[in-house]
């Protein structure tokens, strides 16, 4: 994020800072609920565009999290499922 004052002479400006995110931290943190406060919101919907703007970043990081054992299922249905109920 980049900060700057608007209409005080002389005009004060941040220093950019940078910080990285994987791409299933990010997919993650953009497909989540807002999160509160102004300042995380702007954050948070630089990730969303970010993430919006190319389908590979979220293809990576679905590779990345197939590649975590145990984590997201196969392709393949699994055998004999059953239906799933609630008993009251």
Do not use: H
Not at 10 to 37: D, N
Not at 51 to 80: F, H, K, N, S, Y
Request: with cysteine; aromatic share 8%.
């Amino acid at each position: 994020m980049f900060a700057q004052t608007v209409g005080v002479r002389p005009r004060q400006k941040s220093t950019a800072q940078r910080i990285c995110f994987c791409p299933p931290c990010s997919v993650s943190l953009a497909m989540g609920p807002p999160p509160e406060g102004a300042l995380n919101i702007a954050a948070w919907n630089m990730l969303r565009d970010i993430v919006g703007a190319d389908p590979a970043l979220t293809q990576a990081a679905w590779e990345a999290l197939r590649g975590i054992e145990g984590m997201l299922a196969t392709t393949e249905p699994e055998p004999a499922a059953r239906p799933a109920y609630f008993e009251f």
